[in-house]
Each structure stands twice: as structure tokens, then as C-alpha cells.
């Protein structure tokens, strides 16, 4: 399970010096043991859903780390991040489907539909950095 030495010494992380110069509050602490997992945990938020968004930017910083690190790309980390948390939560593999030809009209249809799905996109990532300002004062 874990890619850690067996000694008899817990090898815990350092702090970040953000937490040691700014304060702050410990929301999740994990660790292998025996190639069994320990959690240790605070109910942080009142809507557990934001658990999905902590756990989302976990996922974004362990691509770093690995695309750092090894071969692995950060788009092969999250895939493989994603699979196993879906099977692992007993989701349904997902198998893509296949995409018919398109006639010309439909295809000319299809691209005017995904401007107007990009434009909602953008619109969509404006309003980011206002959900992480809203994020930080909760």
C-alpha cells in the first residue's frame, strides 16, 4: 500500500512554515501502517461536499508531485487518482461511448452548441477565483 521504510519510527511530515508563521487548523492527517491506513480527521465544514473540493486540490497536488517526481504526466496521475477513488467508492466503470459521422448540418448545429458551451465555461471560471475567496472565509 505504501511506498514508506518499515522501521519501527513514524516518519511524519513537517509542518509548512505558512502553518508555523500564519497559524491555522489541521483538517485530515493520514498515515500507513503496517500497510494499513490511519485517519485522523476534524469535521471542518458544514456542508460535507467541500470535502469533494479538499479532496479535489489533494489530487491536483499529488500530480505535481508526481510529475515531478517520475514519468507519470499530472493528466495520468489524476486519471489514475480517479479511477481508483470511483472503484473504490463502487462506482461503475465508465467505458466511453463511440461518436457517429456527423452530417454537415448537425455538425454546423453542434458548433454553434459548443460556443455557447465555452462561453458558459468561461463564465464559469470567472466566477473561481470569488468561489476560492468564499472558500477562505468560511
Do not use: C, H
Not at 25 to 46: K, M, T
Not at 80 to 95: H, K
Not at 113 to 123: L, N, V
Amino acid at each position: 500500500m505504501s511506498d514508506t521504510d518499515s522501521s519501527n519510527v513514524y516518519d511524519a511530515l513537517i509542518l509548512p512554515d505558512e502553518a508555523l508563521a500564519n497559524g491555522g487548523v489541521e483538517i485530515l492527517r493520514a498515515g500507513v501502517i503496517n500497510d494499513e491506513l490511519y485517519v485522523s480527521a476534524r469535521r471542518a465544514f458544514v456542508d460535507p461536499g467541500q470535502w469533494g473540493e479538499v479532496l479535489a486540490e489533494i489530487a491536483r497536488r499529488l500530480a505535481i508531485l508526481y510529475s515531478l517526481e517520475t514519468d507519470f504526466s499530472e493528466d495520468e496521475v489524476i486519471g489514475a487518482i480517479e479511477s481508483a477513488f470511483a472503484a473504490d467508492l463502487g462506482a461503475p466503470l465508465a467505458v466511453p461511448k463511440k461518436r457517429a459521422k456527423k452530417s454537415a448540418a448537425k455538425t454546423s448545429k453542434s458548433s454553434k452548441t459548443k460556443s455557447k458551451k465555452t462561453k458558459s465555461k468561461s463564465s464559469r471560471a470567472k466566477s473561481a477565483p470569488a468561489r476560492k475567496a468564499a472558500k477562505k472565509k468560511r
